[in-house]
């Protein structure tokens, strides 16, 4: 069983950056895929990025050359990096992450982006 927690979120201005966590209970160094999904208000949960086992990454476009996906496995940790923050970007943010036919979930945190 893997726990996952985010932290990071909070309030900040168009422009400016956070950075995300996700803590695992377990270790995440056997993994298919760990990711970065979202949900603002009244709209559908998507995904933000992720890394594939092999190393990969994969960005939605709307978020290319601002935001990066990176994990420690000696922390146990995925990050979040994001730069250039606009108002769209508003949402709760989850990590997720596949092993085996097992999919985990954060409770998600927090990232409103407003002046």
């Known amino acids: 069983q893997v726990q996952l927690v985010e932290s990071g979120g909070g309030l900040v201005q168009p422009g400016g950056s956070l950075r995300l966590s996700c803590a695992a209970s377990?270790?995440?160094?056997?993994?298919?895929?760990m990711g970065w999904h979202r949900q603002a208000p009244g709209k559908q949960r998507e995904l933000v990025a992720n890394?594939?086992?092999?190393?990969?990454?994969y960005y939605v476009d709307s978020v290319k050359g601002r935001f990066t996906i990176s994990r420690d496995t000696a922390k146990n940790t995925m990050y979040l990096q994001m730069n250039s923050l606009k108002p769209d970007d508003t949402a709760v943010y989850y990590c997720?992450?596949?092993?085996?036919?097992?999919?985990?979930w954060g409770q998600g945190t927090q990232v409103t982006v407003s002046s």
């Open positions: 890394i594939i086992s092999g190393g990969s990454t």
């Open positions: 377990g270790s995440i160094f056997s993994f298919n895929v």
């Open positions: 997720r992450l596949v092993t085996g036919n097992t999919v985990y």
